[in-house]
């Protein structure tokens, strides 16, 4: 089965930083590209960055380039998402997705980053 | 970055109903839009991609259909557990963008 589990979101301070990670398994991890996106609560789909299968090529989103990172470990089948100088605007669940070459499927069940003092 | 509307942003149905979702890009996007289905506290699922391909395992009733800049999804008899919000992706160049979401509600 196909299966992706986030992990590392909780409380921050404004400013601080926080890594996520996404754990894959039930398919070839280094074959795919990924994807992070996020909703705040209420709200919608906002997609934040993605990454190429050997990790060489990424893009993000405007509101997050130069503050976040996003890269992986093949051999770990991980994904990674390095969130720093964070805002009470990233407040939100993060999903972590596999590139299905239309579209994102699977999704992760996602982690919950809240940014507050 | 390319903007991506959605109409309605709510609807209320009754089971049975048929339901068409609209999506509009700022600029041509060719086929390149995918639709999910989300409900509350659950990530979202991909119903459709290229436009008009059925994900696999999802039903037949649901159907989508567009190309360039403007696309509709239809659900041809509304089941029970099709209430739910309904999002549009555009992923013909980045940032990838969603639509703001429709939620469909029982009538």
């Known amino acids: 089965e196909v299966q992706l589990v986030e992990s590392g979101g909780g409380l921050v301070q404004p400013g601080g930083s926080l890594r996520l990670s996404c754990a894959a398994s039930g398919f070839t991890f280094s074959s795919y590209w990924m994807h992070w996106v996020r909703q705040a609560p209420g709200k919608g789909l906002v997609w934040v960055s993605r990454i190429n299968s050997d990790g060489s090529s990424t893009s993000y989103a405007d509101s997050v380039k130069g503050r976040f990172t996003i890269s992986r470990d093949n051999a770990k089948n991980t994904l990674y998402l390095q969130m720093n100088s964070l805002r009470a605007e990233d407040t939100a669940v993060y999903y972590c997705a596999r590139d299905a070459g239309g579209g994102c499927d699977p999704w992760g069940q996602g982690t919950l980053v809240t940014v507050s003092s | 970055a390319i903007r991506i509307t959605q109409s309605p942003s709510s609807l209320s149905a009754s089971t049975g109903d048929r339901v068409t979702i609209t999506c509009r890009a700022s600029?041509?996007?060719?086929?390149?839009l995918a639709w999910y289905q989300q409900k509350p506290g659950k990530a979202p699922k991909l119903l459709i991609y290229a436009a008009s391909t059925l994900q696999s395992g999802v039903p037949s009733r649901f159907s989508g259909s567009g190309s360039g800049t403007d696309f509709t999804l239809t659900i041809s008899c509304l089941q029970s557990e099709d209430f739910a919000t309904y999002y549009c992706?555009?992923?013909?160049?980045?940032?990838?963008?969603f639509g703001p979401g429709t939620k469909v509600d029982i009538k």
């Open positions: 992706q555009q992923y013909y160049s980045y940032p990838f963008t």
């Open positions: 600029q041509g996007i060719s086929s390149y």
